[in-house]
């Protein structure tokens, strides 16, 4: 759900990198004035020509750090992630320290997907400039892509006084606090951030996790308002259907469902929900196919076998019903749905003595819940 990138321009830090360690063997005024064309090409971003300039201006005087540092800098731009990485370990050997060149070997590492390596050029800068905040979001994203939430938070968090505004920060410092659990500080800041934004995935980030603590109006709220930006966005449609049945509103969120499984026919939820709901309509041409998607989807989810075996009763195919409710009652004995199909489904196999046993075991499991309160929901 992370967002990739959010910084296109960084890359171009080593543009502002003074001319250095020309050599006086080389013809100088020929390397500048290739030199000027390449930045001014980059620039311009026309990768190709700035790239061969670029080597053309090293082949004469190798040690031009300015151009490999650039080189570095278009290659990455260009997608030539390894080329680039090469390009900037050199320039950085020839200038320790450096903090545009570790930025742009960050990036390179960073896009390449080899966050492990990206991680210390980030922290190097920080070593050094522990208020840099863009090298500290960027540090962030690498924890969070290394599951190391809590580590991101506890870096970005003492930055964000007077860079509230700074809404890169702000995303990855809220995304960060949501999962390490601190919905508290991590769904509003996502939220403000997103009404600022109109980012479609922050939005997505906050209705999420509202939706995951039952907090379904504001759930609701916040993945409609993604809806509205960008209804194709992957997995958004089947939010939005969730959130609007756990309120009840069963007729907006079947179309939601069915939205998502045009987009994707092999969406589990989207699947299991609208099948449910044309079973609990008694649509039963409609629901099968849902329900023996899902199924197939996630051969051992208990609720679609559940949904299924439902099914199957009402259409008469008792025999199948009964075996796979009696494989969710011996998987979860203390699961009272199963207990419930069975105590009926029993009686119309001609089994009256498994009926009442089971109607025992219903009667023994709601007692239990009344003083325990119920199970949760499968």
């Known amino acids: ?25 080389a013809p100088g ?61 050199k320039a950085l050997a020839a200038m320790p320290g450096n903090t545009g060149v570790s930025m742009n070997l960050g990036l390179a590492y960073y896009k390449s997907g080899d966050f492990a390596h990206a991680g210390p050029q980030f922290a190097n ?11 500290a979001v960027l540090m962030g994203y690498v924890d969070i892509k290394l599951q190391r939430p809590a580590e991101a938070a506890k870096l970005l968090a003492p930055l964000e006084r007077g860079h509230e505004n700074n809404m890169d920060l702000e995303y990855v410092l809220g995304y960060a606090q949501v999962q390490t659990g601190d919905n508290k500080d991590g769904v509003p800041r996502m939220e403000r951030m997103a009404r600022a934004t109109h980012a479609v995935d922050a939005y997505v980030i906050a209705g999420t996790a509202r939706l995951h603590a039952r907090e379904f109006k504001e759930a609701r709220e916040d993945l409609e308002a993604a809806v509205k930006l960008s209804p194709d ?53 409609k629901a099968r196919p849902l329900l023996e998607e899902a199924v197939k989807l996630q051969p051992k989810a208990a ?26 009652e011996k998987a979860d004995p203390g699961w009272l749905d199963p207990h419930v199909e069975l105590a009926t489904l029993y009686y119309k196999l001609h089994r009256p003595a498994d009926g009442q046993r089971e109607r025992k075991i219903v009667a023994k499991i709601q007692a239990q819940q009344q003083k325990t309160g119920p199970k949760d929901s499968q």
């Open 303 to 328: 609720e679609a076998r559940l949904q299924l075996a439902k099914l199957n009763e009402l259409t008469g195919h008792y025999a199948e019903s009964a075996a796979a409710l009696e494989d969710l």
């Open 125 to 135: 800068i920080l070593a050094r400039r522990p208020m840099d905040v863009p090298a």
């Open 233 to 285: 966005f992957p997995g958004l449609q089947t939010l939005v259907g969730q959130a609007r049945d756990a309120l009840g509103d069963s007729d907006a969120a079947m179309p939601a469902f069915e939205a998502a499984i045009r987009q994707d026919p092999h969406d589990f939820m989207a699947n299991l929900y609208l099948g449910t709901m044309w079973l609990k309509k008694r649509e039963l041409e």
């Open 1 to 25: 759900m992370l967002n990739a990138m959010r910084f296109p321009g960084l890359l171009l830090l080593a543009l502002a990198l003074p001319a250095a360690g020309q050599s006086s063997a």
């Open 29 to 89: 005024a020929n390397v500048d004035q290739l030199l000027g064309s390449a930045v001014a090409a980059q620039q311009r971003h026309d990768l190709k020509t700035a790239i061969d300039l670029y080597r053309r201006v090293l082949a004469l005087q190798p040690d031009q750090v300015q151009a490999r540092a650039n080189l570095g800098a278009a290659l990455a731009d260009d997608g030539q992630y390894g080329a680039a990485i090469e390009e900037d370990r």
